[in-house]
């Protein structure tokens, strides 16, 4: 075994060696709202809107809905919904139920020791401005249909059901503890799900997808129709079109490369060997990620799988040298490989000092991808390749042009880009990353028609040194938040202290039913319904309880489905709590907000740090070309680095000139792709420049098979549905037309005394 073959053995042992003990099972992310790093102030802070991001990424819905009257056959249908959903892997937990369930019983429990000082707010509006009004409504009921559901000795005028029942917002008929709701005449039941994380290993039991299609059709067949909705089906969905986009270019790459190697090397060694060198590239850009970041999102995954692209133009540059006739003369091209090598590293390793995941994830994949497929080719090729050699000659084919048909394109491209920049606009918004296909859209446009309480995505953050800070914050929101309903800007809200205000208001609700119980009108209302004196003054006695303290913490445990997930916990000396909102009709960004109150708006938080991003991108650009340039020169010396530098810079100008007055609004995938172009320009320029006149038809041969496989095989990204790849791929197959013409206008005007 030949010491070249023992190194990459060894560098290759020590590598899988530190991905083992690196490697996590979610090191291949989902989740849309993990590449953007959030831009919070508090890095505590950032940590609790990453947990509330995760609740509404995990949650699911699903809704069964009959035309007719029929609620408790829905009903029953619903508990084997139910079971169904509770059999499938892909579900952690499922919640149907509602006032039979153990923890409804037990949160009930628990505060009813508390019911003096506990008020919903239309009771304490009545105590505070019309007790008389309290007691005529009881006594309404009391001799009406709801007579017999009054508690006269523990809760006598129905205060603490009021304020229990208070924040369900609706009051549906319940069937075997099972509501069903009305709306129009079409009734409808609610299923709370918790999915587990999206599996793209393919060993769950089904997808959710497949699930979502399976019971629509098991409900059409009840007579039913079956409603979707929550992120879980989204980030399913946009996984599975990822993949299958991964799939295509890897198809189209190793097609090209088959087709390629058989048709100009006629043999099988060399499509063996390129590729073997792009696996190596994929598997080192995978390692280097799971060893440096952790993580990588199949988004960044797919845009990262681009590494065959510039992968494959070592392997090509090598083999073709090797069709030179004499003996192996591999010392000629090495110092191209390890330029070509040094500068695109420079651009891609740049990406990772970026703070967006996105563009770490890219910069580090395709950078360690380089690395890994150009330790492959310098040290496993020469051992592997033993091609017949083949004279080439196209100067009967190209025509011998002067300088000037090099230069006035170079210039005119780099001209052309200037002036374009003059008309650059720009877009970042989040659904670059992803479009809803049709069958979601019109599952979540029906949903909300019958749901009209639903939460935005958009919610207050409090936060406060403890517990009761924290409560006493969201109840002062909660007044502005009152006005907002009341101007019909949002349609409700919903947090803690819709069940638990805080100490201070429980001690002025306690006040004021103390107040009302000692007055005359609660005396004469025993003494209608035909109480003695004495029995009268032992039902007062009873009411009339000291304010007991409440802990909170003991509450947190049985509280309600509709509470879950609002209290954040504490950590870092703070405490937090989300304010979730409903039907919002107008962007609330600008609201003047109380102290420890922020307003979260995770889709413009992530439009504003892709700008941010491509903004920086943008300005790193100009720096890569001046670190480049430097470190060409070190090796050709500063005339011939100038040029060999125009090459990449005029295709990426001239690559964005066309994008722009094609009509599309400049975004950080845009920018991204540039980059891209200009690893792949500066390859070919550097073999271009560097090249003998005796390696030169080669050098262009290997040139032209590179730059045709990364237009076949990612150019047509293009097409892709998703739009931020779509744009990726534009750039990347404008730019790799505009380097490869530039490059050939190179190769002619050789001869012409360049």
Known sequence: ?????????????????????????????????????????SVSSAGIQKKVSQQLQGS???????????????????????????????????????ADSESYKEEWELLFPLRQQLLSPEDRALLDATPEELIQRQLSKLYGPDGAGIDLEKDTFSTFRNYFTADIGITP???????????????????????????????????????????????????????????????????????????????????????LCIVV?????????????????????????????????????????????????????????????GKPKDKDILPGLLLGLISSCLAFFSLALTPFPLLQQIGVFVGCGLIGAWLTVILLFPGWINIKHRPLSFSSQFPKLNIRYYLFPLVGLLIFGAVALQKIQFNDDLKLFYQPPEFLKQDEINLNSLIRSRPDSRYFLVFGEDEQQVLTREWELRNQLDYLVEKEIISGFQGVTNRIPPKEVQEADWKLLSKFYSGDAVRSFYQQLGYSEQDINQQLSSKIQPFKTFNFSEWL???????????????????????????????????????????????????????????????????????????????????????????????????????????????????????????????????SHTSRKTEQHYTLLAIAMAGLTTFLGFG???????????????????????TLLLAFLFFCTRGKGY
């Open 557 to 687: 445990p049985v509280a309600g489905r509709q509470y879950k997930g609002l209290w954040l916990g504490c950590e870092n000396n703070h405490c937090y709590s989300v304010v979730r909102i409903y039907g919002l009709k107008e962007d609330l960004s600008s609201l003047e907000l109380l102290p420890g109150v922020t307003y979260v708006d995770t889709t413009r938080s992530i439009s504003n740090v892709m700008s941010q991003q491509r903004d920086l991108l943008l300005q790193l650009l100009p720096l890569i070309f001046i670190v480049v340039l430097l470190v060409t020169a070190t090796k050709t010396g500063i005339k011939q680095a100038l040029s060999i530098v125009a090459l990449p810079s005029s295709a990426v100008l001239g690559t964005l000139a066309i994008v722009i007055l094609q009509g599309s609004a400049i975004n950080l995938f845009h920018v991204a792709a540039l980059l891209l172009v200009f690893g792949i320009g500066i390859d070919y320029a550097i073999f």
């Open 60 to 98: 699911l819905i699903w809704v069964l809905v009959s035309e007719g009257k029929e609620a408790q056959r829905l009903a029953r249908h619903t508990q084997e919904l139910a079971q169904k959903l509770k059999a499938t892997k892909s579900l952690e937990s499922v919640e149907y139920r509602w």
């Open 173 to 259: 008929q319940v069937f075997d503890g099972i509501p069903v709701h009305t709306e129009g005449h079409k009734v409808f039941t609610l299923l709370y799900t918790l999915a587990a994380p999206v599996d793209l290993t393919g060993e769950s039991d089904i997808s959710l997808l497949s699930l979502q299609s399976e019971l629509k059709q098991w409900a059409q067949k009840n007579g039913y129709s079956l409603l979707v909705a929550g992120a879980p089906l989204h980030t399913e969905y946009a996984a599975a079109m990822a993949q299958d986009e991964i799939r295509l270019i890897g198809s189209l790459s190793i097609l090209a490369i088959c087709c």
């Open 716 to 738: 047509l990204l293009a097409l892709s549905d998703t739009p931020a790849i779509a744009n990726f791929g534009l750039v990347l197959a404008v730019g790799t037309v505009l």
């Open 1 to 41: 075994m030949s010491r070249r073959v023992v190194i990459w053995l060894s560098l290759v042992s020590v590598i899988i060696g530190i991905t083992v003990l690196r490697y996590q099972s979610s090191w291949l992310q989902t989740d849309i709202l993990l590449l953007a790093d959030n831009n919070s102030d």
């Open 265 to 325: 090397f006629r043999s099988l060694k060399p499509l063996l060997a390129c590729t073997f060198a792009i696996l190596s590239g994929v598997a080192s850009g995978i390692s280097g990620v799971i060893i440096i970041l952790g993580q990588i999102h199949i988004l960044a995954f797919v845009f990262g799988t681009t590494v065959s692209g510039l992968a494959i133009d070592y392997a090509f540059h090598f083999i073709c040298n090797r069709l030179r006739l």
